[in-house]
């Protein structure tokens, strides 16, 4: 079973609001499924970044300029 939807107000760029209409007018999707979909999107990306950083929380860190220098002197770079 599908939860209601949630009215919110959103405030966007007038080229924004344009591009959704026009995207909305070339796909049938309404605006609102095309805004629930990009912020799903996001969503999901920010779960999956969160999720790698927690599986590397344990790792060493490194010292970018250390990096550097060892990928020269294996002649990496």
Same mark, same amino acid.
């Given at each position: 079973?599908?939860?209601?939807?949630?009215?919110?107000?959103?405030?966007?760029?007038p080229e924004s609001h344009r591009a959704l209409r026009i995207k909305s007018a070339e796909t049938e999707y309404s $605006?609102?499924?095309?805004?629930?979909?990009? $912020?799903?999107?996001?969503?999901?990306? *920010?779960?999956?970044?969160?999720?790698?950083?927690?599986?590397?929380?344990?790792?060493?860190?490194?010292?970018?300029? *250390? $990096?550097?220098?060892?990928?020269?002197?294996?002649?990496?770079?």
């Open positions: 079973m599908e939860k209601a939807s949630k009215r919110v107000t959103v405030y966007l760029q $605006v609102s499924d095309l805004v629930n979909s990009a $912020v799903k999107q996001a969503l999901l990306e *920010d779960a999956f970044d969160l999720e790698a950083f927690d599986k590397r929380a344990g790792e060493p860190l490194l010292v970018f300029e *250390d $990096v550097v220098k060892t990928l020269k002197r294996d002649g990496k770079i």
